[in-house]
């Protein structure tokens, strides 16, 4: 059976709606959910609920009774029955998956760690003082930065084990000086039972982790339960409840995103080999959901992508579940030339960007928008997403039109600082005054005034 990815074909008038459609699709939504979900819905809760409505609930009852929902929840929706004793990893856990991991393994986390800490060292912020003086009239200006003190990060565990996840969070967090870091990762196999999660845990010194996922596992972060200290920062990936849960919870904590289906764009020229870009388009789509969408000005290049997905597609192991993706979120756009495709690809905002052409530089100046750009045909997304540097936690679904990737300085809180001598505020007295008349504020100027009332 062929595969049914679509083309869309910019020289036509049907271009310009599909390509709409295409964007709403990978809009950021909350509220679609498949029939068997309603069902479960139905069963956990007796009506059915839409997720947004699910979410609501989940932080409510977390919010009111802590620990006995969050448990309760644990239950119910991961066929955990965890107590208070049982919900967080202890220490001996936590070193025996150390002693049981594989030792390249470890070598490995800690090469990528090493590559994590030197790009985010590089660009982490440094406090910025200004002094203005003249005789012994002397204005300090500062701002000053210092790390939070207590971050969650949410790490999936549904259907595979990421422990690529786990660097991308806490090791820019560690860079930028956070000191606690509480880990919450789904009671399963591939979560809080996995080994060698535990002992990257373990390796990267991270001591806090509890086996709750999901929804309730950021009301927990976000609140605080019996047994977990809340946080002032929430990151890190999840199902389409985690994403709306830290969208509920914003205000009480920060968050990073509220993250959608991981996605990539391909931009390709005449130089591109349609087996790399059929690899670059898959590997998005089989994080199921997920979304590739190649954009290309080559018009002998969409069939011979076409034919290369169909080939990899069947011999890949989630091959099934990438195609699915491909066919429902996923095109083969072919652009009238390298400036259209350039703006097709900026107007798209999407996660992943990936330029493959003979000088990617040159399209690179045209792109304003994508949370990640990997230059040339020897970048694909994958050294993102597991060994570069700069962290995999990225702006989806549009977003990255204003939003940026998760670094070291989204763990900083930043505070300015200003000091006044007596002659410094003298002389600038009068500025004052004049505002605060124009505004009314009759106390602001009594503040300076009563400063100065002895000169």
Known sequence: MPLNIPEIDCRTDSAEPLFAALREKLSPRGDIVSESGRQRTIELFGQPLTPQQVVEKICGDIRETGLEALLDYTRKLDGADLTAETVRVTPEELEQAHQAAAPEYLATIRQIRDNIVEFQRAILTEDVKIVRQEGPAKVELRQRYLP?????????????????????????????????????????????????????CRELGVTEVYRVGGAQAVAALAYGVEGIERVDKIVGPGNLFVALAKRHVFGEVDIDSIAGPSEVVVLADETARADFVAADLISQAEHSPGSGVLITWNPDLIPAVRQALEEQCARLERGDLARQCLEEYG????????????????????????????????????????????????TPVAMGDYVAGPSHVLPTGGTARFANGLCANDFLKRSSVIGYSHEALAQDADAVRLMADKEGLTAHRASVDIRLADD
């Not at 549904?158 to 560690?174: D, E, H, I």
């Not at 495709?341 to 928008?369: F, Y």
């Open 331 to 378: 095109a083969l756009i072919l652009a009238r030339d390298a400036d259209e495709a350039a703006r097709l690809a900026d107007s798209m905002a999407s996660e992943h960007l990936h330029i493959s052409a003979a000088d990617p530089h040159a399209l690179l100046a045209k792109i304003q928008n994508a949370g990640a750009i990997f230059l040339g045909h020897y």
């Open 148 to 200: 939070l003190r207590r971050v969650g990060i949410c790490i999936p565990g549904g259907a595979a084990a990421y422990p690529s996840s786990l660097l991308m969070t806490a090791v820019p967090a560690q860079t930028a000086g956070v000191k606690e870091i509480a880990v919450v990762v789904p009671p399963t196999k591939y979560g809080g039972y996995n080994v060698d999660l535990l002992a990257a």
